[in-house]
Each structure stands twice: as structure tokens, then as C-alpha cells.
């Protein structure tokens, strides 16, 4: 069997949403101690619906991939959804990941909390802390999450 998916080939080779969105009204960027691995989730909302979303993703073909599939999966839905994307349904969406890569999909997952955390930030919107617990804290220092 493959390593990869064709999915995650897919993804990987044609990744959506590349690219920036100057006036994000969230900005979410989470990295990876142990690899190095860096993703950057830019978020445009309107009326609680994520308008646009776009990625920056310095990493390997697997957050790559990762990110292509989270960003697909969040746009055009209602913010709810975004926070409820876990790395385990955007695992599935990709027909699976090696286990030694599914931490690429936990930083597709925590870099779109970290947008959503800047957005409410941004607009002073009050929500639980227990939402974003461990989220956006810097894991370029600590100890990388497997
Ligand atoms: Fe670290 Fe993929 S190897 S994000």
C-alpha cells in the first residue's frame, strides 16, 4: 500500500487556498517544535461565516496537505464549525495520514483555533478560555505534540 493517499497526493501537489489574506480578521500561526514546521491561517469572516480562508504553510507534504483539506473544509461555514474541525476529521478527509504524520494535521487544527482565537480577540468578543486551552501557546519552544 502507499504511504500516501491519493488524496493527500493531491492536496499536496495542488494545494487550495495558498496564499494571504492582507485584511485577515483572524490570523492564526502555530508551529512545531520537534520538525520545524510552521502554518499560518489567515481568516476572513462576515456574519459569523468564514468568507475566505488561505494558509502559508512552511512545512512538510503532510501539513501541507493538512492544510489544504482544513481550509476546505471551513470555508463557507458558519465559525462554530471552524472550532469544531478537529485533526481527526481532516485525517479522515484525506483517506488517512502515516501515524508518524498525524501531528501535521493537530497543527492544520490548531492554527485555525489560533485564527478564530485572534478573531475574537479582535473584535473583543467574549468566549471560554477552555475553547483555546494550549492553543497558539508557542510550541516552538516546547516540547512538539505527537
Ligand atoms: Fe512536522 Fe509534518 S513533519 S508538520
Redo the contacts with the bound molecule.
Sequence with gaps: MALYSEKVMDHFRNPRNVGVIEDADGIGEVG?A????I?KIYLKIDNDIIEDVKFE?F?????IA?SSMATEMIKGKPVSEALGLTNKAVTEALDGLPA??L??S??AEEAIKAAMKDYYDKKGIEYDEELFAGVGACHMCES?HE
Design positions: 512545531n520537534k520538525c520545524g514546521d502554518m504553510t512545512g512538510c507534504g503532510s501539513a493538512s508518524h504524520k501531528h501535521c493537530v497543527l512538539g
